[in-house]
Each structure stands twice: as C-alpha cells, then as structure tokens.
T-cell receptor, first 111, second 118 residues
Framework: QQPVQSPQAVILREGEDAVINCSSS?????VHWYRQKHGEAPVFLMILLKGGEQKGHDKISASFNEKKQQSSLYLTASQLSYSGTYFC????????????FGTGTRLTIIP | GAVVSQHPSWVICKSGTSVKIECRSLDFQATTMFWYRQFPKQSLMLMAT?????????EQGVEKDKFLINHASLTLSTLTVTSAHPEDSSFYIC??????????????FGPGTRLTVL
C-alpha cells in the first residue's frame, strides 16, 4: 500500500518554511526523500534509517518516527530552486532494496 | 554519486509496435535494477525488479508478457514494451543501487524515457 503524503500541494513565498509529511501503514526500515522537477528523474535528498534519527544539510532536514511509521521533511527559508514534487520512498524489509513511493507533494515557491 | 543512464530519452511509436528501453549503470555494477512507470501528476509505481542472470520479479498487476525485462549483464537492463497501445504512454524510469552499498546509500535514477504511443 502506498504511503500517504501531506499536504498534496503547497504554495510558498521565497523565504518561508514548509513541512512535508509521509505516513506508512507498514513497519519501515528506512525512508528516502527525493525531489522531482517536471519531466526529470527524481533527485535524492536524504535517507533516514530505523532508529528514529533526524538529519539534515543546509536548509533541508528530516525526521523519522519509526513507532508511528512517519517521516517529515523540513524546508527552511525556501528558495525558488526548491520548487518541485517531493516523494518519500519507503523500504520495509532490510536488504531487498525495494522502495515504495508516496503519493507526492507538489511544492511551488513564488518570488 | 553513482550514474545511471537511459536510452532513448523519448520515443513515439505507432500502436501495435514494440519499444525497447535501455538502462545502464555507468560507473558501477548492478545486480539489481528497478523499473518504474509514472503517469502525469502521479507517483512512481514500481513495475518490476530486474535481476542479473535470472528472471525479473514483477509487481502485482503488471503483465509479464507485455513488459519484457532482460538483465543480461551487470551494467545493462532492458525493458521492452510489446504491442504498445496508447494506454502504455507514460514516463518510464529505471534505478539501481551500487552493490555492497553502505546502508545509508540509496537508489540512483536514470533520466527517464517518455513513451508516446499513437
């Protein structure tokens, strides 16, 4: 079953913050976050592993609550380049490498 | 990071013809590759897992005889859409993960192939 992301879409002004959530009905081993621009392949942002970790780089960070099977992606002081559709990819079994992608969140940053 | 290429970038074909899409890992060997399909404004849906030297594993609802996958070498997997019809028009993307990868590594995606069936 496909993980559900919220919100489905959001429009922000440059400099504002955003939170994107990913919720799974299955026990997760890892969560991978990607950003996809229109007509292009997804670009990897970061991976979070079972263990409830939180990580980030620059102005993008993420958390993973394994008890709730939820992950959140935090975008602070958003830039125009952050526009795109964000997907979480979830892995439920260690080692089989198969990712199930979430429903997606379309983020639009306006000047 | 690892690089995955796809060919062609786009293809337009007539209904009933077959189309082959290639996926190559350029700087690493991949025993496993994945094929996804993405319709406009929708998420990536896994079609099948391509295993080098053995049969592909298809997801539920994906027709094996229509979407033929061949993983003949450690750097090449091909997806052939047989007897294509307009409803097969979509964005097809492959991915691969470097072997012996660190657990913090991820799948790397090819640039995708846009298939349009007339």
């Amino acid at each position: 079953q496909q993980p559900v992301q919220s919100p489905q879409a959001v429009i922000l002004r440059e400099g504002e913050d955003a939170v994107i959530n990913c919720s799974s009905s299955k026990a997760l081993y890892s969560v991978h976050w990607y950003r996809q621009k229109h007509g292009e392949a997804p670009v990897f942002l970061m991976i979070l592993l079972k263990g409830g970790e939180q990580k980030g780089h620059d102005k993008i960070s993420a958390s993973f609550n394994e008890k709730k099977q939820q992950s959140s992606l935090y975008l602070t002081a958003s830039q125009l380049s952050y526009s795109g559709t964000y997907f979480c990819g979830t892995e439920i079994i260690t080692g089989n490498e198969k990712l199930t992608f979430g429903t997606g969140t379309r983020l639009t940053i306006i000047p | 990071g690892a690089v995955v290429s796809q060919h062609p970038s786009w293809v337009i074909c007539k209904s009933g013809t077959s189309v082959k899409i290639e996926c190559r890992s350029l700087d690493f060997q991949a025993t496993t590759m994945f094929w996804y399909r993405q319709f406009p404004k929708q998420s990536l849906m896994l079609m099948a897992t391509s295993n080098e030297g053995s049969k592909a594993t298809y997801e539920q609802g994906v027709e094996k005889d229509k979407f033929l996958i061949n993983h003949a070498s450690l750097t090449l997997s091909t997806l052939t859409v047989t007897s294509a019809h307009p409803e097969d028009s979509s964005f097809y993307i492959c991915s691969a993960r470097p072997p012996l990868a660190d657990v913090t590594d991820t799948q790397y995606f090819g640039p995708g192939t846009r298939l349009t069936v007339l």
